[in-house]
């Protein structure tokens, strides 16, 4: 569904990625894993159309997407929950829900949604940054879900969270897989990521340096632990 | 006489409509001043130069045309809105990575060869612009003589406020606007065409100056130096009201021009440098302005 090859790209002078090669079929979880400015969320915003300059080849079902601005990329059908969440200050719950335009059919509708976070339903009309973190991560997927993207790239959707909340995501992730929508998900928790995810990708100094199937991820503890130095 | 506070009534009544019908041009156009600077951070120096240019165009279409006022009103705004376009498609569009002297510049320039092209084609002392047949005349409300052209100008300019602020605030444009003007790169990853939006944005603002315009253009002559004269005290409101602030600039707008309308009966040596004082004074208490949220 996504082929990314050679990708490069640039901060100003700083060269983050230098030719990163991956492929995300249709239908699984696929996980970034790496250390901190290994350039996992680069890639995620070079996907995406938000770095300043890139190169190379993105192919989203089979179209070269590296020459498009990030509307049309979106229109493509590719969702995005950035690291940061994204959630508007200016914009209630609702409004945060319903900014993302819808980009094809096959979106989750609003009961649908209201079932999977129950707590979005409840704090509709409360303004998106008074939500705590769990919710308003919560918030920044679920908006996702409801456009019809078939291509969700959830960068780091755990991070900072209580365990509970940690739990409810996975749950999400799987179900939202089930619905036949596609991941490609970062992670620095592997612990997570290998309950939820079909294949992970490593990553360092702005190159997927490894790829280990999720059913081969306990055989390769020890080089995984060495990658990620934990 | 009927007085107030030792002041005959229809001076002070005559001061207070005086103020609110400039208070309704501030609001105006300090709106469509927070509306540009909130989404594309450009001050935008024309806007004067636009607000003339919509009484010109309403001129013009009667002069030539003998298009009347009521569609004026429809159709100056519109003019005005896409000779925006044209202005930011062409100029200000290149300088948003650029430092904000270089819009100020920019729009300031514009203004200047705006109001010179005016200038030299119709002189500087105006021209007179007759008041709709439907508004001629005055209603007699026992205390004052209200002019009912006047009245329509308040009460234009209010709804036209009310509908801005209900369209940016309580719609899903609005929304998306609202949202790009905090992170316009994630609005734009989200499907949103934001350059057009920033376009329309634009456009949009400097059709609230156009029609500003053409509701002046009966009770000041239309002249080049129309914008001219507002404009100082228009960036003083929005200031007051805090940059980018909606709300601000229409309650600033109107309640400022009443304060000034006000200084003039009760002490006219300072109803020219009053906005300025309170400017000062809101500026030392609260440094972002009335409404405005400190960065």
Redesign the interface.
Known sequence: MLEVRDLNAWYGESHILQGVDFDVPEGEVVTLLGRNGAGKTTTMKSI???VPRRSGSIRFKGTETIGM???Q???SGI??C?EER?I????NVT?NL????R?GTGGLDLPTIYALFPNLKERASSQGTKLSGGEQQMLAIARILR?GAKLLLLDEPTEGLAPVIVQQIGRTIREIKQRGFTVLLVEQNFRFAATVADRHYVMDHGRIIDMIPNAALSANMGKLHEYLGV | MFMILGYPAPLLFGQLLLGLINGAFYALLSLGLAVIFGMLNIVNFAHGALFMLGAFVAWGMLEYLGIGYWWALVLAPLIVGAFGVLLEKTLISRLYKLDHLYGLLLTFGLALIIEGLARNQYGSSGMPYRIPDLLQGATNLGFMFLPNYRAWVVVAAAVMCLVTWLVIEKT?LG??L??A???A??????????PRMITLTYAGGVALAGFAGVLAAPIYSVNPNMGENFIITVFAVVVIGGMGSILGSIVTGFGLGIVEGLTKVFYPQGSATVIFVVMVIVLLARPAGLFGRAA
Request: proline content about 7%.
């Open positions: 995406m159309g938000l601005r990030s509307d990329i979106a229109m969702g995005i950035p994204g508007f200050a200016s914009l409004e319903m900014l993302p335009r980009v456009t | 899903s929304a998306t609202r949202a003007t905090e992170n790169p994630l609005v734009q990853a989200f499907g949103v065409n934001v």
